[in-house]
């Protein structure tokens, strides 16, 4: 079994700053790509960043310079640093983990069970 809990959400007003974080946990082998995706009501969802095994990171546009994304590869967990936040933040957001449970295991991807987080004055 592998689960993904996320925390970090919440009701932050224009220009503030949240940070969320997903940890995984459970039987994990390797963990490659870990990743944030965001679903505002009525829209699909959408990949807001990525981080790889190695580190290597990539951001929509509309975030960048705003958002930021790490790993700590010890806790088996993956957080998104959101500054500068806009009402267009608004949405669930969710982490996606790439990740092996052994080594004959294929590569899978998991989901969290999503944050709210709202941006409203």
């Known amino acids: 079994q592998v689960q993904l809990v996320e925390s970090g959400g919440g009701l932050v007003q224009p220009g503030g700053s949240l940070r969320l974080s997903c940890a995984a946990s459970?039987?994990?082998?390797?963990?490659?790509?870990m990743d944030w995706y965001r679903q505002a009501p009525g829209k699909q969802r959408e990949l807001v960043a990525g981080?790889?095994?190695?580190?290597?990171?990539n951001y929509q546009d509309s975030v960048k310079g705003r958002f930021t994304i790490s790993r700590d590869n010890a806790k088996n967990t993956v957080y998104l640093q959101m500054n500068s936040l806009k009402p267009e933040d608004t949405a669930v957001y969710y982490c996606?983990?790439?990740?092996?449970?052994?080594?004959?295991?294929?590569?899978?991807?998991?989901w969290g069970q999503g944050t709210r987080v709202t941006v409203s004055s």
């Open positions: 996606k983990v790439r990740l092996q449970r052994a080594t004959t295991s294929p590569v899978l991807d998991y």
């Open positions: 459970g039987s994990i082998f390797r963990i490659s790509a």
């Open positions: 981080i790889t095994s190695g580190g290597s990171t």
